[in-house]
């Protein structure tokens, strides 16, 4: 993977996202035998479990909630079918397109409604009253290029008090460098750690896979990025012990092992400095009192 000059722009991204859109659940949601295009990804479905525990636990039933970068939906449906009420957003129509076709199935038109908009353009939303909270899981803010426009505009969009949780992908992986040195393959197992944006794959169903241009960031990056709208009150690995999304065929080979280190990940994954060395880490910021 080369180092790309340039930043990636919004049309850039969109249309590799729709590409795989329609086949997004083939090769990322829960695994499903039956499913004609794929049979999902095991770890991206239980990373999806351990990120909507962290936001249910943060935005209580009731909560108004603005999601960024929505991806097919799995999220929004879920915390709306709880009785959250959602504005879903996504760079891609075609995934903002999937999002509102799964909450129409469920019933929950009334409760998801979706806006086809780049994170940072989250400004020009007006809403009729600030929201609870917000939150943009895995990755979705690693391929964005202004994260002071998120910034400001989630410090106009969320009350005062209220919760930005997010979940990006991290320059320091542990178990991405132990498992590339481990197969002789130095330079991706140090790829994070290069400064800058870098073209990473993203599959569909069928085989399908597109590229798109993506930064990682430290907790310390996002804590410079958020401040001072934001202050940092949480911060957990996703996952530490665990292997990362692509690895899944090995998890799945070593279901078993991975069961038993489940306590272990779940100790670790909050303590410093392991949590701060997962394939993602999930941050949780408080809104400050005042825009300041």
């Not at 903002?96 to 940072?120: E, F, I, M, N």
């Not at 690995?237 to 090995?250: N, S």
């Amino acid at each position: 993977m080369s180092e790309p000059d340039a930043f990636p722009s919004y049309q850039e991204t969109a249309r590799a996202f729709d590409r795989v859109a329609a086949d997004y659940d083939a090769a990322y949601g829960a695994p499903d035998p039956a499913r004609a295009n794929g049979d999902g990804n095991a770890v991206m479905a239980w990373m999806r479990q351990e990120s909507l525990a962290v936001l249910q636990d943060v935005f209580p039933p009731g909560s108004r909630l603005l999601e960024l970068g929505c991806g097919a939906g799995e999220e929004a449906v879920r915390l709306a079918a709880e009785g959250r009420d959602i504005l879903a957003t996504d760079i891609s129509p075609g995934m903002a397109a999937c999002t509102l076709a799964k909450a129409r199935a469920a019933g929950l038109s009334d409760c998801v409604r979706v806006v086809a908009l780049p994170a940072g353009g989250i400004a020009a939303l007006r809403p009729p009253e600030p929201f609870d909270g917000a939150y943009a899981s895995f990755g979705g803010l690693n391929c964005e290029p202004d994260l002071s426009a998120v910034a400001s505009g989630l410090a106009r969009l969320v009350r005062p008090g209220g919760a930005f949780v997010t979940s990006v992908m991290t320059r320091v992986c542990a178990f991405e460098i132990a498992w590339y040195m481990l197969h002789r393959q130095p330079r991706r197992a140090l790829r994070r750690l290069r400064r800058g944006w870098i073209s990473a794959p993203v599959a569909g169903g069928e085989g399908v896979q597109v590229s798109v241009l993506t930064r990682y960031f430290t907790v310390a990056d996002m804590r410079r990025a958020f401040a001072p709208h934001f202050t940092i009150e949480r911060v957990m690995a996703l996952p530490l012990l665990l292997p990362p999304p692509y690895a899944d065929p090995f998890f799945r080979r070593r279901a078993t092992m991975f069961a038993r280190m489940m306590p272990l990940e779940r100790y670790l994954r909050q303590k410093w400095p392991w949590r701060n060395w997962g394939d993602h880490v999930v941050i949780v910021l408080r809104r400050s009192s005042s825009i300041g």
